[in-house]
């Protein structure tokens, strides 16, 4: 069918685009990383603590507290969407894994016979099968995280509420259930399997914090998929146009569900792991941490507007902010000074990507 | 240039099409037949009917009465992906492209070509970047597969969004309002992407109010007033002042 060509068109009007307007270095993305390179250089100057192994453990591990959820947010964002349901998220999977696992290694507890029985002493709590319990109970957190990611996304797409009232209704109701089913208490990962899981959550591997090497993953998977599978190339699709995505085929509501379900579960996940480096969690546990993640996900180049994104941005995002924290204790500057820091970082890599936007 | 396809069989015949919303009689005991090659000029005011017509062909809307044959055969479209699959595709007046995405991958939007490795489908840049520049050579546009549709010209859109319906080798290209918005010069792009979809035997309903343009690229123009059909002639024994009259209703039909 196709014709043959008299001649290859030739590009006698259109130039072509140079390898720095485009991809990552004409992003916002490209901006803020090379602003964290020079704020990583004046750290090294400004106090010789900041490249210390101790210090640099200490930044990977807490970047990677918020950053699994920045992923998931950013994905969301990318869709045009928005989740303020993280933090309370967070909270409750944490809650529901930590309950679960204490429950499950409590003789006497509904079902707990299956997985757990009594040493001969009488006393002493045994896992019948070493590990399973910590499966099973991150698994309920996670499902948890699934369910409440899929009534936000039905909400959403099928209903066709507002992606900000919902989740905000959602951050509610999902903070309020953790206080339902703890009372207000904090909840306390124990029994046999408490080790494995503190071990999974805080410990380490050949120095490198077990939250960082989740997290390296994660994005590593985030990127393929967002840039190789047609999955992520429809969640870009419905952040540029949604209308086009709907007219050229693309299951809409579908795509959004799933993206929802996929941000829950990030936060969920997320909150079982700051919960094990806490060693419990608390009922008030990561409020008001989806302000932390929008605006690492915003700073790191995800335009609210929809359609722009990507993993490495949400990694620069976290990575930015939790430099200018650590940077500020080591400068014993007040560390209140750090949520004004992060308000004007916000609004200044916004702000540089508009003016560039406008020149070219 | 012979006034395409008046031998053989048309690729879309609709036969007595009408439409009514509740009270409203938006269509009446309308017949068209469109012929492979053929562009066909659909001309109307305002509410006379035209984008319910094309709404009915792209599967947006059933007919109350009628039939619609294509190729011969009669079609009942549910839903538009049913009129994609026989091979009817619209050019939508604000071109349903995502900006944020390059020129192949809004070609591709949907129908992404996929490379398998293992269990997991991967997309496949290399196959479609090629294949969009395969297309965009065949209407002659210049448009290169890797940029961003933001960066483009009207002219530019127009070919990515006709690329996209020559990607299924369609038979039939519905393209509503493809001039409204754009400059004079890429209004000639638009015209000569027009006329590399004839040369290919595809058949073309080009919805306008401006009459230059119809002109310059029908071979047939059909006229729709108050929901009905009233003219449907060979452009070369018309004129833009008939066209006028029987649109305004100065002249009944013709």
């Not at chain 1, 069918?1 to 307007?21: C, H, K």
């Not at chain 2, 020129?103 to 090629?130: I, Q, S, T, W, Y």
């Not at chain 2, 520049?133 to 961003?148: K, Q, V, Y």
Request: proline fraction near 4%.
């Amino acid at each position: 069918m196709a014709m043959p060509l008299e001649s290859p068109i030739s590009f006698t009007n259109v130039g072509r685009i140079r390898w720095w307007q485009r991809g990552i270095f004409a992003s916002q993305t490209g901006y803020v990383l090379l602003a964290l390179l020079g704020l990583l250089i004046a750290m090294h100057f400004a106090s010789p603590y900041f490249f210390s192994q101790g210090n640099m453990q200490n930044v990977a591990k807490n970047f990677s507290f918020i950053a699994i959820a920045t992923l998931g947010i950013t994905l969301v964002i990318i869709t045009g969407g928005i989740d303020l349901s993280v933090g309370s998220m967070m909270c409750f999977s944490a809650m529901v894994t930590s309950m679960v696992m204490s429950g499950l290694s409590t003789p006497g507890m509904p079902g707990a016979f299956l997985f757990v029985h009594l040493a001969a002493d009488g006393k002493t709590v045994v896992a019948n099968v070493p590990g399973l319990i910590l499966i099973v109970s991150i698994l309920a957190g996670l499902v948890t995280a699934l369910i409440v990611g899929f009534v936000n996304g039905f909400c959403i797409a099928v209903l066709g509420l507002s992606p900000f009232v919902t989740t905000l209704g959602m951050l509610s109701i999902v903070r309020g259930l953790g206080y339902v089913v703890s009372n207000g208490r904090g909840s306390f990962p124990g029994g046999p399997d408490a080790d494995y899981f503190y071990a999974l959550t805080s410990g380490d591997l050949l120095g490198v914090p077990a939250p960082f090497i989740y997290l390296v993953v994660l994005a590593a998977v985030m990127a393929i998929v967002l840039h190789h599978t047609s999955f992520g190339r429809h969640v870009f699709a419905l952040g540029g146009n949604e209308k086009a995505a709907e007219l050229t085929g693309i299951p809409v509501v579908r795509v959004k569900i799933e993206v929802y379900m996929i941000c829950a579960l990030a936060a969920g996940l997320q909150g079982i792991i700051v919960s094990g480096w806490l060693g419990s969690a608390p009922a008030n546990m990561a409020t008001s941490y989806e302000l932390n993640v929008i605006a690492a996900a915003v700073i790191g180049g995800a335009n609210l507007a929809g359609g722009v994104g990507g993993a490495l941005g949400a990694i620069v995002g976290c990575v930015l902010l939790e430099v200018i924290r650590n940077g500020l204790v080591l400068a014993q500057v007040s560390s209140y000074w750090q949520q004004t820091l992060v308000g004007v970082i916000i609004i200044l890599a916004v702000l540089v990507d508009r003016i560039r936007s406008r020149t070219t | 240039m012979e006034t395409a396809g008046t031998a053989g069989q048309p690729v879309l015949e609709l036969r007595g099409i009408g439409k009514e919303f509740g009270a409203i009689r938006a269509l009446h005991d309308v017949d068209l037949q469109v012929f492979p090659g053929e562009v066909v000029g659909l001309m109307g005011d305002n509410g006379a009917g035209k984008s319910t017509l094309v709404k009915i062909i792209a599967g947006n809307f059933r007919p109350t009465v009628g039939e619609v044959r294509f190729d011969g055969d009669a079609v009942h479209f549910y839903r538009p992906i049913d009129a994609r699959a026989v091979g009817i595709e619209v050019v939508y007046q604000d071109l349903a492209l995502a900006d944020n995405l390059t020129a192949a991958a809004n070609v591709f939007l949907g129908r992404e070509l996929k490379r398998r490795v293992g269990p997991f489908a991967f997309l496949d840049h290399n196959a479609m970047a090629a294949r969009a520049l395969e297309l965009f050579g065949e209407l002659r546009s210049e448009t290169r597969p890797h940029d961003l549709v933001k960066q483009m010209s009207g002219g530019q859109r127009q070919a990515v969004a006709i690329a996209r319906t020559r990607l299924s080798n369609a038979k039939l290209v519905m393209m509503d309002e493809p001039t409204a918005a754009i400059s004079v010069r890429q209004v000639e792009q638009v015209l000569s992407l027009i006329h590399r979809l004839k040369e290919q035997g595809v058949a073309v309903m080009l919805i306008s109010h401006r009459m230059p343009d119809v002109f310059a690229v029908c071979d047939r123009v059909v006229v729709m007033r108050r929901g009905e059909k009233r003219a449907d002639k060979p452009i070369r024994d018309t004129s833009p002042e008939e066209v006028t009259a029987l649109i305004t209703g100065a002249k009944e039909a013709a």
